[in-house]
């Protein structure tokens, strides 16, 4: 299947879109990560009860990244964005009416059900229309509106959640997930599906060589462990802030403004580079941003000051923004455009299961452990180091089936 290159104003409006989505997204993740502080005063959480709502999202997140990028594939990437934003956003405002631990698990493991097939549709709307040499920066600056609501979210959260609470802070978020799915419908520009057989082999052989691909599977465990990371710090970070450090919700927010700038300009500049520089350097560059990041996060957890915390912290976002947006960019650079979804959603399920057992992990050791998080942070510095070598097993020589194989006569 030919690639579908949109005209240039067309292409600046559809990532105009889809930093907006992926912001709202990561609005709505982010909150519960400064929420529950409050939530698990209401409902009387343990540390792990509180682990489990935050993994709850993860594992309806990654199971849906596989059948959202297949749907993508099959039935349209705009048609699948719209049923995500509307979807999680539905669930978003719903969160507000929780009043048990069972209700609130089943809510957020439903809204990452809705938010899962964002993802695998963006990429394919990037893979489809974009140049090669375009994609990486594209995805850098959906991504990088990650890095601002990492920045505003911990703002916002100290100013509202302290005066209008957390029920009615959800509603806010998913009133305007209507707004951004009203956009959709009108400005993202219909495109093309693949053609299906009457007995659905296209669909299992795209599976079928996907998951023959060594490149496919190094991915998945890079994937796992770089978000494992990034999640077991950024669901955690507050209580820990909290709990650890003695610091309020306000210092908090303010205090993690600036990784949250340091994240963002970090997405930015690196798509830049990863489209300017050859994969192979690439993967060498990924490795070593991996194996330091290990070192940099004993260093933050065994800092003597908040200064020199943050300090590391702004360290350990630059290395790991880096991998963050590198892991992509071998599907989208690698991977038949027609079938672009579908790859990503199979690599990113690896990244979101590690979403999903990460957080009720860490839980689960600081209660065991009588509250000390050590056990946590060497177990993010294990994987840091199983990261390196996933990364260096990626293959940019490795080809994928030629797009038009799996076309339909």
């Known amino acids: 299947m030919a690639e579908k290159i949109l005209e240039k104003k067309i292409r600046k409006t559809l990532v105009g879109l889809l930093f907006l989505g992926w912001a709202l997204g990561n609005l709505d993740r982010y909150l519960m990560n400064y929420a529950v502080v409050y939530i698990g005063e209401d409902l009387s959480l343990t540390s792990t009860e509180t682990g489990l709502i935050l993994s709850s999202?993860?594992?309806?997140?990654?199971?849906?990244?596989?059948?959202?990028?297949?749907?993508?594939?099959?039935?349209?990437?705009?048609?699948?964005?719209?049923?995500?934003?509307?979807?999680?956003?539905?669930?978003?405002?719903?969160?507000?009416?929780?009043?048990?631990?069972?209700?609130?698990?089943?809510?957020?493991?439903?809204?990452?059900?809705?938010?899962?097939?964002?993802?695998?549709?963006?990429?394919?709307?990037?893979?489809?229309?974009?140049?090669?040499?375009?994609?990486?920066?594209?995805?850098?600056?959906?991504?990088?509106?990650?890095?601002?609501?990492?920045?505003?979210?911990?703002?916002?959260?100290?100013?509202?959640?302290?005066?209008?609470?957390?029920?009615?802070?959800?509603?806010?978020?998913?009133?305007?997930g209507i707004v951004i799915a009203l956009l959709y419908r009108k400005f993202v520009p219909k495109d093309e599906v693949v053609q299906q057989s009457a007995n659905g082999?296209?669909?299992?052989?795209?599976?079928?060589?996907?998951?023959?691909?060594?490149?496919?599977?190094?991915?998945?465990?890079?994937?796992?462990?770089?978000?494992?990371?990034?999640?077991?710090?950024?669901?955690?970070?507050?209580?820990?802030?909290?709990?650890?450090?003695?610091?309020?919700?306000?210092?908090?927010?303010?205090?993690?403004?600036?990784?949250?700038?340091?994240?963002?300009?970090?997405?930015?500049?690196s798509g830049y580079v990863i489209d300017k520089v050859d994969l192979k350097v690439n993967r060498i560059i990924g490795a070593a941003c991996a194996l330091l990041l290990a070192g940099f996060l004993l260093l933050m957890f065994n800092a003597e000051s908040i200064t020199l915390f943050i300090t590391y912290q702004c360290i350990i976002m630059l290395l790991m923004t880096y991998v963050l947006l590198l892991l992509p960019s071998f599907v989208l650079k690698k991977i038949p455009s027609n079938y672009a979804g579908t790859a990503m959603g199979m690599a990113n399920t690896g990244g979101q299961l590690a979403g999903f057992v990460t957080p009720t992990l860490i839980g689960f050791m600081v209660d065991a452990f009588d509250g000390s998080y050590d056990a946590a942070v060497w177990m993010l510095v294990v994987i840091s180091v199983i990261c390196v070598a996933s990364i260096l097993t990626i293959s940019p020589k490795t080809q994928a089936p030629k797009e038009d194989s799996y076309e339909c006569a």
């Open 57 to 176: 999202f993860f594992l309806g997140y990654a199971l849906m990244q596989l059948p959202g990028g297949i749907m993508a594939d099959k039935f349209g990437a705009k048609r699948i964005l719209l049923i995500a934003v509307i979807a999680w956003s539905i669930f978003t405002g719903l969160t507000a009416v929780a009043g048990t631990l069972g209700i609130l698990l089943v809510i957020r493991f439903l809204f990452g059900i809705g938010e899962g097939g964002f993802q695998p549709s963006a990429s394919k709307i990037i893979s489809t229309s974009f140049p090669e040499n375009e994609r990486s920066k594209v995805m850098s600056i959906m991504l990088s509106s990650s890095g601002i609501m990492g920045m505003l979210v911990p703002i916002i959260s100290a100013a509202l959640l302290v005066t209008i609470g957390w029920r009615a802070f959800f509603v806010i978020a998913g009133l305007l």
């Open 201 to 269: 082999l296209q669909v299992r052989g795209i599976l079928g060589d996907l998951f023959k691909m060594p490149l496919m599977w190094s991915l998945v465990v890079a994937y796992f462990t770089i978000y494992a990371v990034n999640w077991g710090l950024n669901t955690w970070m507050p209580t820990y802030l909290s709990d650890v450090r003695g610091l309020d919700l306000v210092s908090i927010g303010w205090l993690q403004m600036i990784p949250g700038i340091i994240t963002i300009g970090a997405l930015l500049v």
